[in-house]
């Protein structure tokens, strides 16, 4: 008896009663979803899939359209891919290649703002959390939203409101870059500067890419309204003869009051090579690089000069002279200084944003002092963010110079500051496969160097 009770005991099922009253529970042979065949052992479980991100991580942005537009490539963006879609030179666009442009440009736009909020989502918590980062991810959720969830354009009405989309985008994301140069002054101790770099690197990059789909479709929407073009020889904001000379006597120009108002005085600018050189592309970009450059030299030169021989003195100053010349392939401009030259010490850093010795001081008081043990030396501590619009049109980044003691401002804007000066340039000369570089002869002066492709048509 005491056999059966027991083998019925081993029989009885999972939470079955005993005689006794007490529920008795077995856990072998296992319960049946365990046994099943289906179902092995050495195997663990499929987990479930991960949820999709929320829109409080995604700064607001559609979780599912996000993802969506993350798993699509953006198109390569060359000057030749836009300029066939405007048309001829100095004519307004077909409709048919405004529609054309406008569908590009509502495919491509959405994904590269897609990217530009998931790059937004990489940064440390503490760094995504500042005020200022996150606003500028907040306008970029808040854009693609806009954008993503538009239909196909297939009518000149329904550009006219997709342009209307795109100029308050535009409008917007206007003062992104002093926003954000605010925000990562604030988080430079959360994040190496490497890294910081690293990442504004590919911001500022993308942003450059996304205003010029942006800006070019406005422009060419604008010319099929009106009738005309900006220029006889502009395909949007695209000019296939942009002349050199004039560019750079406009930036010296404006560059020379900026350095006169703020210093005092200011150097002459002498203009040598062949100045009927013509280049096919966006003169923003390269007036942009000549200001900020033609302000390291021309305040180092004077900083220099009223250092070495005082404000009473006679001695003329020395001239800033840029050189041009032009290639089958390329356009190259040399601006050759006597501003000191480069500090050794601060030489591998005047490509990092936020690096600047504007408002420093060496020992004999003087900021940017060229003398043997002064750390501070050097024309090319003076970089800033941006300005204010200068000549050709750029775009008008903020000075910040309202923000306090930061940088050599004057009624007219700022001569020096933030630090983004020079990197913000390399991109934009790169941006057109360009390219920047920076010889100093340290204790003289320096020498930069810049190239831009002559004819983009002309090439693969």
Do not use: W
């Not at 008795?24 to 319960?31: L, R």
């Not at 329904?158 to 926003?179: D, G, Q």
């Not at 703020?262 to 050189?277: F, Q």
């Not at 800033?320 to 501003?339: E, F, K």
């Amino acid at each position: 008896m005491m056999i059966g009770r027991t083998v019925a005991r081993r029989a009885a099922p999972l939470g079955a009663t005993t005689a006794r009253g007490q529920r008795h529970y077995s856990f072998y042979p296992p319960p049946e979803p365990f046994s099943s065949q289906s179902t092995r052992a050495s195997e663990p479980p499929t987990p479930p899939p991960p949820p999709p991100p929320s829109s409080l991580s995604t700064f607001g942005a559609s979780p599912q359209l996000l993802s969506k537009f993350l798993a699509r490539n953006p198109t390569g963006l060359t000057l030749r891919s836009l300029l066939s879609l405007g048309g001829e030179p100095g004519s307004p666009p077909p409709t048919e290649k405004l529609l054309r442009s406008a569908r590009f440009t509502a495919h491509e736009l959405p994904i590269r703002l897609a990217r530009r909020v998931d790059q937004y989502r990489s940064l440390p918590f503490i760094v995504g959390s500042n005020p200022y980062i996150a606003k500028i991810a907040r306008l970029y959720a808040s854009s693609f939203d806009s954008l993503a969830s538009l239909g196909e354009i297939t009518s000149t009405a329904e550009n006219e409101e997709f342009t209307r989309k795109l100029e308050e985008m535009v409008a917007l994301h206007s003062e992104n870059v002093p926003t954000l140069s605010r925000g990562f002054i604030e988080c430079q101790k959360y994040m190496p500067s490497a890294a910081i770099t690293h990442f504004l690197d590919g911001a500022i990059h993308s942003r450059i890419g996304i205003r010029l789909i942006a800006e070019q479709h406005l422009a060419l929407t604008h010319a099929h309204a009106t009738g005309s073009s900006t220029n006889a020889h502009s395909v949007g904001i695209i000019d296939t003869q942009v002349n050199a000379a004039d560019l750079i006597d406009a930036c010296a120009a404006f560059v020379g009051d900026l350095c006169e108002s703020t210093l005092g005085i200011k150097p002459a600018m002498v203009l040598e090579g062949d100045r009927s050189a013509t280049f096919v592309g966006v003169s923003s970009h390269l007036s942009y690089c000549m200001t900020e450059l033609l302000k390291n030299s021309y305040r180092a030169t004077v900083e220099r000069h009223l250092r070495l021989y005082g404000s009473s003195s006679d001695r003329p100053l020395p001239p800033i002279t840029i050189s041009l010349a032009l290639s089958p392939t390329h356009l190259s401009i040399r601006i050759r200084d006597q501003g000191g030259g480069i500090h050794p010490r601060n030489l591998p850093h005047i490509f990092n944003y936020t690096f600047t010795t504007a408002g420093s001081s060496g020992e004999d008081g003087e900021a940017g002092g060229m003398k043997e043990d002064d750390d501070e030396g050097g024309p090319y501590a003076m970089q800033q963010v941006g300005g204010v619009v200068g000549p050709g049109g750029q775009e008008g980044l903020g000075a910040l110079s309202s923000g306090g003691d930061v940088g050599l401002s004057s009624g007219m804007g700022t001569l020096a500051g933030l630090g983004y000066g020079l990197p913000m340039s390399r991109i934009y000369a790169e941006h057109g496969r360009g390219s920047l570089d920076i010889v100093s002869l340290y204790g003289h002066g320096c020498d930069t160097f810049i190239k831009v492709r002559a004819n983009p048509l002309d090439q693969q």
